[in-house]
């Protein structure tokens, strides 16, 4: 997926945090966005039954929120300065880039020579930055063909009858875990420019 970002080809992402609750039962629910203040909120009301509904405000932030991806680098260097290092130099495993002299923040766990940072990217070391332009709540199976693509897959080359959306399910399962396309949770989808 960072490859699709740095190509430009991945403009949406789905995630479920936040949810988890509304996700036990997702058809139960119905789900309507609430325009109040620059927060996404959506309020999720019981469709039948004796469950109370609520409000979730969105975990990943709102449109015009900037976010910064955690994505997986290797440190290949570093200055040390009395015992403590000052500045490391990273190797990006999705494509191989190289930045070097990044600042190292104290707040950091030091990485050792050849291995990967442990969360992934601090933002200091963050290459990527993403914009939110909008966010919305919709069942994972009604992602269209479009909005697939936008995840960043592809359809299968003809004569294959293999749609990108397929495709993005077994994404999904992979990334999620096996019956997670089946369970159908709720996603926010949130649209994103570089």
Not at 21 to 46: C, G, H, M, T
Not at 83 to 98: C, F, K, N, P, V
Not at 152 to 165: F, L
């Amino acid at each position: 997926m960072v490859r699709a970002l740095l190509a430009g080809t991945k403009t949406q992402t789905r995630r479920t945090r936040g949810l988890d609750f509304y996700n036990e039962q997702p058809e139960r629910w119905s789900v309507k966005p609430i325009y109040l203040r620059k927060d996404a909120l959506w309020e999720f009301a019981p469709m039948s039954g004796s469950l109370n509904g609520g409000v979730v405000k969105c975990p990943y932030g709102a449109a015009g929120d900037r976010l910064w991806l955690r994505e997986r680098a290797r440190r290949i260097g570093a200055v040390v300065d009395r015992g403590r290092i000052t500045s490391i130099d990273l190797q990006y495993e999705a494509d191989g880039a190289t930045r070097i002299a990044v600042p190292f923040p104290d707040r950091i766990k030091p990485v050792r020579h050849g291995h990967c940072l442990s969360m992934g990217c601090y933002r200091e070391a963050s290459r990527i930055s993403l914009e939110i332009t909008d966010v919305r709540v919709q069942r994972l199976q009604e992602i269209s063909e479009e909005d697939a693509i936008a995840e960043g897959v592809e359809a299968d080359e003809p004569p294959s009858q293999v749609r990108a959306a397929d495709n993005f399910s077994l994404l999904w399962e992979k990334i999620n875990g096996a019956g997670s396309w089946g369970a159908n949770p709720m996603a926010p989808r949130r649209p994103a420019s570089g």
